[in-house]
Each structure stands twice: as C-alpha cells, then as structure tokens.
C-alpha cells in the first residue's frame, strides 16, 4: 500500500497537482518516520518532496522548518556541496527571502557558496551575486568574522568557510559589479541566486 501512495504521489507530483502530491508525501513521511526512522532515504526524499510542492504553493511559512530539518540531516549524511543539500539549501533561503527574513538567507549563501566554490563555480557565484544583492538588509561582509585561531577559516555563525578569502574577494568584486540600486538588484534574484554579466 505505501508503494502505491509513493507512486500516487510522484505522479500528482509530475503532473503539477502540488497540493494533493503534498497532502500525500506528508502522509508517507509521517508513515515513513514511524517505521524506517527520520533518517531514512524514504522519508529524506518524501520531506524533499513535501519542501518542493510547498515551493511551488508559495506555502514559505511552512516549508522552513522542514528545509531547517532536511538541510540539517543532509549536511550530516550527505555533506554541504552535494545536489540534494544544495537544492534544499537554494528552496530554504527561497523562502527566507519570501519572508523578508534576509540575515539567515544570506547565511546560506554563503556557506553553500562556499561548499560549492571547487565543484561548481558558476553556482557559488550565483548565489554569492544574491547575498550582494541583500547587503543593505543583511550584508555579507558584516556576517564573516575572521577568527585568527581558525588558522585561515572564517566563521559564519557556527559554520565554518574553508574558501574564505576566495569569497571575500568575489563578494567585493561583486559589491561593484552590482547596480547601485539595491531595489534592483534584489529584484533580480531568482530561486538560483542572481546571475551577472
């Protein structure tokens, strides 16, 4: 029977009925985190599930503390810079910024930013461009404190950038690159950060 609900739900899913597909993966993952455990990939991937429909719902109140949870456990099991973590994390500061809660938007950029910097550059700075972007809300460079006993890390909160001069750098060369307008310039974030020239 829960295999074909999963199935009912990745159709509804599919088919953009993205409120009966979260009515349905909310049921699997209760279900799931009963049975399997709240770490299993079943109910990991039906909590990404249920943080995707409440994107497309526009449902940001409810989605973060189930972007909080998944992107916590995907940090632990799976690391930073990996796809999944990264989605949660881009759908997470999505919502936060929806909210008009910018400081830990920000936060997430950069330390997925930094996650991202070897992997995938052009994402890293996509999502840097979009912290730049909220810099008169919650700027970035006033978030990083460098710390001489990290031996070369910049502390973040509790999260530590192992590419900390390589961001500092890039946001500078962003602040500039930016338009002067930051009414502009946040308008042109998208779900992917902010893509320049």
Known sequence: MIEEMQDEAEALLSAGEYTHAL????????????????????????????VRC???????????PLCRELHGKYVRTHGPGQTDTVDVAKHWAWALLNLHDYPPAVRLYLTTADALWDADPDQARRLLAA????R?????????????????????DTARLTHSHD?????????????????????????????IA
């Open 54 to 64: 409440m994107s497309q719902l526009h449902l940001w109140a409810d989605s973060t």
């Open 23 to 50: 009515a349905e993966f909310s049921v699997l993952r209760e279900i799931r985190s009963r049975r399997e455990g709240p770490y299993s990939i079943k109910y990991l991937s039906n909590l990404h599930d249920c």
């Open 167 to 195: 961001v500092l750098v890039m946001i500078n060369r962003l602040v500039d690159e930016l338009p002067a307008n930051a009414e502009s310039a946040r308008a042109s974030v998208t779900f992917d950060g902010l893509a």
């Open 131 to 134: 912290a730049v972007a909220h």
């Open 136 to 156: 008169t809300d919650a700027d970035p460079l006033a978030m990083i404190a460098t710390d001489d006993a990290l031996v070369g890390n910049t502390l973040i």
